[in-house]
């Protein structure tokens, strides 16, 4: 029945669930009223049997024809005994003529009961859908610029209630998503705008000055080179970002003690160059991931603890392992971070203090990929303020094979 039903044309739920409700109780109505009729017109048996010794035996029964006599017995049989077998026989012609009639009558019966049975699915199904309705109807008023707004249905916590509650859930999640790709997008342009326009600005210089000789020229080309490097290391920054948003393309198992010492001695000379005294503590801790991406975080946290520190402060970073997960820590000094913006840290292109003047080749997305990786890979990132200043970021990785 359901590959019947699966056939039929596509009208709308309610009248699906209706014409359901419909043909189940004709099938159900019909089939009871078969069987009933069945069962009182095969019992329709008459027996006469004669009085005189046992000479004679008659029995009449009804039968798919009508109705027929058998007659044996010793002898022919008597007046009185065919008497009997007629007026049998009459009973069971009446009989089948009561049954007939009460078959017709209850097919008009179940005729009107299956009208009655289709209007009533008609009117439960249109109760039971009507939540449905609605929703679809607040779902078609929710746009892009009111992704705010809420299906909010009340109610028993049904089927329907989940369902609402889970696109409440959705749409929840999408206008987080959205207004952090519209920040995103603001600051990203912004970032941009800012060293085009001071390209343009030299290159305007430079033409508008007659004068300028060849050292003047050299300078200018220098101060755009650099102004390059600079953008190189944006775009280089956001498209390492929006990779990482969607997941890892390769998964292998790795060392995380390995790949902090990589990226340790690629930002050796910057820290010797600050003054700043490392300190490592690099334990086995096996996980499981993408290694380049990994080392990358680790990069950047380092990166990070290096710039934002003060003069003859240190840096920690420290590899083990805790409940078979590899854990990696970095510690650093400097000036105290107020607990309230903590959070903020790792928002796309946000700094606490305005350090473009002191750290001109930063780019403020570093703390940013280190989530956008640590998410892809699955681990637990927590940021701890220490009493004395710096910051303690920490990030779990999953235990090989759970990643």
Same mark, same amino acid.
């Given at each position: 029945?359901? @590959? ?9 739920? $309610? ?24 069962? /009182?017109?095969?019992? /329709?048996?008459?027996?006469? /049997? ?34 009997? @077998?007629?007026?049998? @026989?009459? !009973?069971?012609? !009446? ?13 008009? #019966? ?29 779902? %078609?008023?929710?746009?892009? $610029? ?26 929840? $999640?999408? +206008?987080? #998503?959205?207004?952090? +790709? ?48 600079? +953008? ?41 160059? $600050? ?5 490592? %503590? ?43 997960? @590899? ?11 107020? &607990? ?19 750290? &001109? ?43």
């Amino acid at each position: 029945m359901r @590959a019947w039903f699966s056939r039929l044309p596509r009208h709308t739920l $309610r009248s699906r669930l209706t014409m359901l409700y419909g043909v189940l109780f004709l099938a159900a109505s019909a089939g009871l009223l078969a069987i009933t009729y069945a069962l /009182t017109y095969g019992s /329709t048996t008459i027996m006469i /049997t004669s009085g005189h010794g046992g000479h004679g035996k008659i029995t009449a029964s009804a039968g798919t024809s009508g109705w027929h006599e058998i007659l044996h017995g010793r002898g022919t049989p008597t007046a009185a005994q065919l008497r009997m @077998a007629h007026q049998a @026989a009459s !009973q069971i012609a !009446q009989r089948e003529h009561d049954l007939h009639q009460l078959l017709i009558g209850s097919g008009i #019966a179940l005729g009107i009961m299956v009208v009655i049975a289709v209007i009533l699915g008609w009117v439960v199904a249109g109760r039971v859908l009507r939540p449905l309705r609605a929703m679809k109807t607040a779902t %078609d008023r929710i746009t892009e $610029r009111n992704l705010h707004e809420r299906l909010a249905v009340g109610g028993p916590g049904d089927e329907v209630k989940d369902l609402a509650d889970t696109i409440d859930g959705l749409l929840a $999640r999408l +206008q987080a #998503a959205f207004d952090a +790709q519209q920040r995103f997008v603001a600051s990203a342009s912004h970032e941009l705008r800012t060293p085009l326009t001071l390209n343009r600005a030299l290159i305007e210089v430079a033409l508008a000055d007659p004068t300028a000789g060849e050292g003047g020229l050299r300078a200018t080309c220098e101060e755009l080179l650099a102004a390059g490097e600079q +953008q190189e290391r944006l775009v280089e920054a956001l498209l390492t970002l929006a990779t990482t948003e969607h997941g890892l393309n390769r998964t292998e198992e790795f060392d995380l003690a390995e790949t902090c010492r990589r990226a340790l001695e690629a930002h050796r000379g910057q820290a010797e160059h $600050r003054g700043l005294r490392l300190d490592t %503590d690099l334990g086995h801790a096996i996980t499981t991931g993408d290694p380049d991406l990994a080392e990358r975080l680790a990069a950047n946290l380092v990166d990070n603890a290096i710039r934002y520190n003060i003069p003859g402060g240190s840096v920690r970073v420290r590899t083990q392992t805790e409940w078979d997960n @590899a854990v990696l820590t970095v510690t650093n000094t400097g000036l105290p971070v107020p &607990p309230e913006l903590a959070g903020q840290l790792f928002e796309p292109f946000h700094r606490l203090i305005d350090d473009r003047a002191s750290h &001109p080749d930063g780019h403020g997305l570093g703390l940013s990929i280190v989530r956008s990786i640590a998410t892809a890979h699955g681990a637990d990132l927590d940021v701890q303020l220490p009493p004395g200043g710096g910051l303690a970021v920490r990030v779990r990785f999953r235990a090989p094979g759970r990643a």
